[in-house]
């Protein structure tokens, strides 16, 4: 198998892990949850690890030599890493949030938010999503209800400075205005772009 198969397999099958290295993953709540940065070669990706699935994956790490080794079925594949946690995840605001709770770093390089996490359609189970938890991070208190401009412009200047950072998603729940939440996400847009 070629790497990207290794990679592909790794995304489909999930993760067996029995020691849990590295930056933290995210269990349950809005996605990519469950999930975990893993690095092969120069590429960092996510993969399943907290899943059902994964629990029954081939693959999985051996850590005896020293050096994380990804083997399936315990042959091995190759040499595999967990990225640390990022510098920025100690950082709290003014107010005293963590700024984890504002965005969280996916894979290697790319900051990523949710900026509204309440929505008009999951208040209701017969309009919910069906695959959407975006209630449980708020829920579990991993998150806040809405991140202002000035919020997501601070943090995303930390994790540009500190941990390199390239790229930036944004998504929202679907407030109760006409234009389902438009005009906020471009305000944040404009003040992060403003300030990295
Ligand atoms: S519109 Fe988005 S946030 Fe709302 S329930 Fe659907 S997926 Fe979740």
Redesign the pocket.
């Known amino acids: 198998m070629n790497s990207q198969q290794v990679i592909t397999e790794l995304q489909t099958k999930g993760l067996n892990l029995t020691t849990d290295t590295g930056a933290s993953g995210r269990k349950g709540g809005a996605g990519p949850s469950d999930h975990k940065a893993v690095t092969i070669g120069e590429t960092t990706f996510m993969v399943p690890v907290y899943t059902d699935g994964a629990a029954q994956s081939p693959y999985s790490v051996n850590y005896e030599t020293g050096q994380s080794v990804l083997t399936k079925n315990d042959q091995v594949i190759t040499e595999l890493d967990f990225p640390e946690k990022p510098k920025f995840y100690d950082l709290t605001t003014a107010e005293g949030i963590p700024y984890w709770k504002i965005a969280l770093l996916h894979s290697r390089n790319v900051l990523a938010t949710t900026v509204l996490q309440t929505?008009i359609?999951?208040e209701n189970r017969k309009t919910?999503?069906q695959f959407?938890a975006?209630g449980q991070s708020l829920a579990d208190d991993r998150t806040i209800a809405q991140k202002t401009p000035q919020q997501l412009a601070e943090v995303a200047e930390a994790a540009v400075r500190l941990d390199g950072v390239e790229n930036m998603i944004m998504t929202t729940?679907?407030p109760n205005t006409t234009d389902r939440g438009a005009a906020y996400l471009t305000e944040c847009a404009q003040a992060i772009r403003a300030r990295v």
């Open positions: 929505c359609r999951y919910a999503c959407c975006i729940g679907t």
